[in-house]
């Protein structure tokens, strides 16, 4: 069964413009949630999408916002980008996110010069 | 704050030995444990988890061990072999309503030497 898919694999962006960034769960899966790791942070949760509704949300800014479509698909969006948004961005999905083995894409390079 | 401690930033161990990586936690609620290797610019691979109602979990070479009492868990490699040089992070979910985000330990370089 396919894995984790996340698109794009990597990217490079400008300070001040936005990014999207796109998830495709593991069939089945209806929890979707975000993570962003950072040499210096480490991996630190971003936001749980489960039914299309946003379930969880970590400690960043509201420049950092997501949604999730009935097919359980989801996207990240970031807005006016910053030099510390560069990051691997990585997607997860679960059954139901509680007590369920989480399961993580490849991730999402984002560099913004 | 950090609520979920790797304390041993790297490992080495000669291949066919045992590898132990160590994990604390202080949040009382976590009541569920996963493992997972990294690779450099790759996302995370689950390798094994525990719920908080059981002290022990194997799956092949992996066991992980979990002492509720000193908030602690280990997870053993037996035997070594060189493709299990990666980043190991120990994360954890808790029973509250926050349980699907999971919070990650730094990590473990773990290297197996010839």
Known sequence: ?113 | DQQVKQNSPSLSVQEGRISILNCDYTNSMFDYFLWYKKYPAEGPTFLISISSIKDKNEDGRFTVFLNKSAKHLSLHIVPSQPGDSAVYFCAASAKDGTASKLTFGTGTRLQVTL
């Open chain 1, 1 to 113: 069964k396919a894995g984790v898919t996340q698109t794009p694999r990597y990217l490079i962006k400008t300070r001040g413009q936005q990014v999207t960034l796109s998830c495709s769960p593991i069939s089945g899966h209806r929890s979707v949630s975000w993570y962003q790791q950072t040499p210096g942070q480490g991996l630190q949760f971003l936001f749980e999408y489960f039914s299309e509704t946003q379930r969880n949300k970590g400690n960043f800014p509201g420049r950092f916002s997501g949604r999730q479509f009935s097919n359980s698909r989801s996207e990240m969006n970031v807005s006016t980008l910053e030099l510390g948004d560069s990051a691997l961005y990585l997607c997860a999905s679960s059954f139901s996110g509680f007590g369920n083995t989480i399961y993580f894409g490849e991730g999402s390079w984002l560099t913004v010069v």
